[in-house]
């Protein structure tokens, strides 16, 4: 079955770009019609959706973060990445790529990285 | 953006019990109502889908329920691999919002 793995530093400086990549195995991302999004656990809070991106190369963004995220996608390496722009300690978080069903529901998930902004 | 709010936030229950979370949108969002399970340090784990569709694998004693503003999430019976924190998250509209989480334990 599908499989998701997120990979990337887990320390970025404030100010400095996040930089996320997440690798899909067991599927092609370019087939069965799904979005592919990134979502984040803030610790103590909820979780956050990010946003998506299309094997076509079509995206769209949550409103809170649109002018910081951009995500793209590789199909040849079957991945699709997150940069995430003037982090602060507020982007402080678990990363988590997903497969995004119909843009419903999540599924599955990759186990998730932390990400911990500071100097 | 629509808020979801859970409730509680956290629970206390004993092996066999049946609990009951409960899910409130800010404003109406049909059956676009999702529930997931997650265990420390793993995956959040889709566990229905659509208010009350029950994924495949997912055991029977999990149901959910309700449509507008108001869903619930029940375990019949609470087993041991139950003990997790579980969120709701709205497709209504996006963007996709979650509840902050109801966490189960012993």
């Known amino acids: 079955q599908v499989q998701l793995q997120e990979s990337g530093p887990g320390l970025v ?3 400095q770009t996040l930089s996320l990549t997440c690798t899909v195995s067991g599927g092609s ?6 979005y592919w999004s990134w979502i984040r656990l803030h610790p103590g ?3 956050e959706w990010i946003g998506y991106i299309y094997h076509s190369g079509g995206t769209f963004y ?5 002018s910081r995220v951009s995500i793209s996608v590789d199909t040849s390496k079957n991945q699709f990445s997150l940069r995430l722009s003037s982090v602060t300690a507020a982007d402080t978080a678990v990363y988590y790529c997903a497969r995004d069903v119909a843009k419903d529901w999540f599924d599955p998930w990759g186990q ?3 990400v911990t902004v500071s100097s | 953006d629509i808020q979801m709010t ?3 936030s956290s629970l206390s229950a004993s092996v066999g019990d049946r609990v009951t979370i409960t899910c409130r949108a800010s404003q109406s969002i049909s059956t676009y109502l999702n529930w997931y399970q997650q265990k420390p340090g793993k995956a959040p784990k889709l566990l229905i889908s659509a208010a009350s569709t029950l994924r495949s694998g997912v055991p029977s004693r999990f149901s959910g329920g309700g449509s507008g503003t108001d869903f619930t999430l029940t375990i019949s019976s609470l087993q041991p691999e139950d003990f997790a924190t579980y969120y709701c998250q709205q497709s209504f509209l996006i963007p996709r919002t979650f509840g902050q989480g109801t966490n189960v334990e012993i």
């Open chain 1, 13 to 15: 400086k404030p100010s």
């Open chain 1, 29 to 34: 991302i370019s087939s069965g019609g799904y």
């Open chain 1, 45 to 47: 809070k909820g979780l």
């Open chain 1, 62 to 66: 949550n409103p809170s973060l649109k």
């Open chain 1, 112 to 114: 998730g990285t932390l």
């Open chain 2, 6 to 8: 859970q409730s509680p």
